[in-house]
């Protein structure tokens, strides 16, 4: 079973934060609704043509084009909030460290330092990985990382 953010000495897992991923989840949801209503129901499409002249949804090229468009970005959303959700930013264990889908050994690590305040960059021997923490808890991330 994974821990959010947990601290124990053998398994630590660092997650993006929940809200950012709620946010996605919802604009990603909205735009999916919205896209579907549009090409099959009409619903908003009758609310909206009080407000805007709106044709029928094949005869206008850039309007299917929109739609499509929103379809495809809402999808994106969606399985980002849902890859985001599921796998960890960092997972440590005793002796390895995972990174954005990279493993290392926790040997290999020289050092760490946070290069603005969104990024950190961690230096293991054969090579550097710069990792963007924004929408991580800097707290726990700090915590975590003073314990290496």
Avoid: W
């Amino acid at each position: 079973m994974m821990n959010e953010n947990n601290l124990m000495d053998y398994e630590i897992y660092i997650y993006r934060d929940k809200k950012t991923t709620y946010r996605a989840l919802l604009s990603g949801f909205l735009l999916v609704m919205y896209s579907l209503d549009s090409i099959f129901f009409g619903y908003f499409r009758n609310i909206l043509e009080k407000i805007v002249v709106l044709k029928d949804f094949t005869v206008s090229g850039r309007e299917e084009l929109l739609i499509y468009t929103c379809l495809a970005s809402g999808i994106f959303l969606i399985a980002y909030a849902y890859s985001s959700y599921k796998s960890p930013i960092i997972y440590i264990t005793q002796e390895s460290i995972v990174l954005a889908s990279k493993e290392k050994r926790i040997e290999d690590l020289i050092f760490y330092e946070f290069i603005e305040t969104n990024k950190v960059v961690f230096h293991f021997s054969e090579e550097k990985i710069s990792l963007d923490v924004d929408s991580v808890s800097k707290e726990s991330l700090r915590e975590v990382l003073d314990r290496l």
